[in-house]
Structures are given as C-alpha cells and as structure tokens.
C-alpha cells in the first residue's frame, strides 16, 4: 500500500548531473524521513543521504558530500536527489526509502529506520 517509485537514472558521462525522483503513492510523503541508498552489484548498500520530514535537516555520506543534494517538494509528495560531477564510483542501483521513525526536525541514515522502500533506479556513469 505505502509505495515509492525511483526514476531519473540512466547512463551519463563522468562529470554529468542527474536528478533523481522518489515518487510517494498511498501515503502522504510529508510525515516521513526520506533516504536515499545504493547499491552496487556485489556490495553492501550504501545509505548516502538523508532528509528530515520538516525538510529542515539533511546529512550526507562522505562519499557524496558536495556533489549530491536531497531536497523535498510535499505539495508534490515527492523527494529527489540532485546529483553533480558524477564519478565512475557512483555507478549503482540508487533506492529511495520512507523512515517513519525519526522526529519531524531530524532524520538518521540508519537502515532500521526505512519501512517502505522504491524499486530503484539504475545510474551508470561510463565514458
């Protein structure tokens, strides 16, 4: 019932941009904490980001500080990942997922937090 939808992955040359979408349907996506994971074939999921249901407060992975921004539009029912300066590294299926945990003004990377979880979506970054 509680669903969430990735798109906006694709291919792009190292260096490029891509903005990443998380679809809400059958919940109301303002009451939760957003993250967002990744996952490359043969690794550990790797939690990235993260944003508070207030939208307020963010944290980042080291790996993608600087080069990644999650952001939220309620009225839209939809979070995003904007993604800069792509790196061969950041190749990997990318899921969003819903933490109905975490106070309004805070959110936490932490896996056991996330419920309902996005099919994902696939960013390669290849010359």
């Known amino acids: 019932q509680l669903q969430l939808v990735e798109s906006g992955g694709g291919l792009v040359q190292p260096g490029g941009s891509l903005r990443l979408s998380c679809a809400a349907s059958?919940?109301?996506?303002?009451?939760?904490?957003i993250g967002w994971f990744r996952q490359a074939p043969g690794k550990d999921s790797e939690a990235i980001s993260c944003?508070?249901?207030?939208?307020?407060?963010?944290n980042y992975a080291d790996s993608v500080k600087g080069r990644f921004t999650i952001s939220r539009d309620n009225a839209k029912n939809t979070a995003y990942l904007h993604i800069k300066n792509l790196k061969p590294e950041d190749t990997a299926v990318y899921y969003c997922a819903a933490d109905g945990l975490s106070h309004p003004t805070m959110c936490t990377r932490s896996r056991g937090h996330f419920g309902s979880w996005g099919q994902g979506t696939q960013v390669t970054v290849s010359s």
């Open positions: 944003i508070s249901s207030s939208g307020g407060s963010t």
């Open positions: 059958g919940f109301t996506l303002r009451y939760y904490a």
